[in-house]
């Protein structure tokens, strides 16, 4: 693959790996609309990895407290009592279904990624579960609204995700657990293309009315895992290509990895923001004039 090829691949998975556009879509749709030959997966997986070094770069002191807590609560009783402590139960829990959807689909799924067709459905899905997610969360941030008075006792902190995913504005009969493990399953079903990890996940989290902003952020935490099992699956025919100097050089694998990794810092920074004062109704709508688009493209050029 040619330098230039592999730089536009990488800023698209960079910029897409959390919007909640979907990334693997974007893959997909990329060398559709320009031509090119479609991806293997183990290329994508290499630049899911680099978003993923983006996210430690942004969370590294979170990611630190978590595996900390987590670990030492497994022998010391005080850290079972802390909030990473549960916030790493809440990502074990929310990883088992896509764990469980590699296993027993990852063949019947790959046929997917060369597909726009199906790519595009699954974007309006991927717009559906915007739309529904936000309604269903601002609802529920309305109606904690009207029956509350004076300051909100579940107000987001940054680090304190558990604090919202265990006590939402729904209600308190839902447990924090329940809804990791409901966001966990929006995560396992955007292993096909088009339906966005990060916008399953963010809206599975917001029908329980948890915030905007600890849905992004969680929803970015209970990324790694998943990417990193990914790319270690995935790693010998990385390295293999390299070596072989098949399919792509090492120059665009580089090239796509550095490209894909500062790109994947800006969209980070920029959704975490942004979460904090705006919905995601864009996105959706965004999603929905992608698919128009391929639908419009496979028709001319069918004729």
């Not at 088992?96 to 309006?124: I, M, Q, T």
């Not at 096909?192 to 948890?210: K, N």
């Not at 935490?221 to 050089?249: K, M, R, T, W």
């Not at 810092?265 to 128009?292: E, P």
């Amino acid at each position: 693959m040619e330098v230039l090829k592999a730089a536009v691949l990488g800023i698209v998975q960079g910029l897409t790996e959390f919007f909640p556009v979907s990334s693997s879509a974007h893959l997909v749709i990329t060398p559709f609309i320009l031509k090119w030959d479609y991806i293997p997966v183990y290329y994508t997986v290499l630049l899911h990895f680099a978003t993923l070094l983006a996210l430690v770069t942004v969370f590294y002191r979170e990611i630190w407290r978590i595996i900390k807590h987590f670990f030492s609560g497994i022998f010391i009783a005080r850290y079972r009592k802390t909030a990473y402590f549960k916030l790493a139960l809440f990502i074990i829990i929310a990883t088992l279904p896509a764990l469980v959807a590699g296993l027993f689909l990852e063949d019947y799924v790959e046929g997917f990624f060369s597909n726009p067709l199906l790519v595009a459905v699954f974007l309006l899905v991927t717009s559906f579960f915007l739309f529904t997610g936000e309604y269903a969360g601002k609802r529920k941030e309305n109606l904690f609204k009207k029956n509350n008075t004076g300051s909100n006792p579940y107000e987001f902190e940054k680090t304190l995700i558990v604090e919202n995913m265990a006590n939402t504005y729904a209600n308190k009969k839902t447990s924090g657990y329940l809804i990791a493990f409901i966001t966990g399953i929006g995560q396992a079903i955007a292993i096909f293309p088009g339906i966005s990890r990060s916008g399953s996940t963010i809206s599975f989290a917001r029908f329980f009315g948890v915030k905007r902003e600890a849905c992004v952020r969680f929803s970015m935490l209970l990324s790694i895992p998943v990417i990193f099992g990914a790319f270690i699956l995935e790693f010998p025919a990385v390295y293999e290509a390299v070596n072989s100097g098949q399919d792509f050089s090492a120059a665009g694998l580089i090239t796509g990895f550095i490209f894909s990794y500062a790109s994947g810092l800006f969209a980070i920074k920029f959704l975490v923001k942004i979460s904090q004062r705006r919905n995601f109704n864009f996105f959706a709508i965004y999603c929905i004039l992608l698919s128009v688009l391929i639908f419009v493209l496979i028709l001319i050029r069918k004729v």
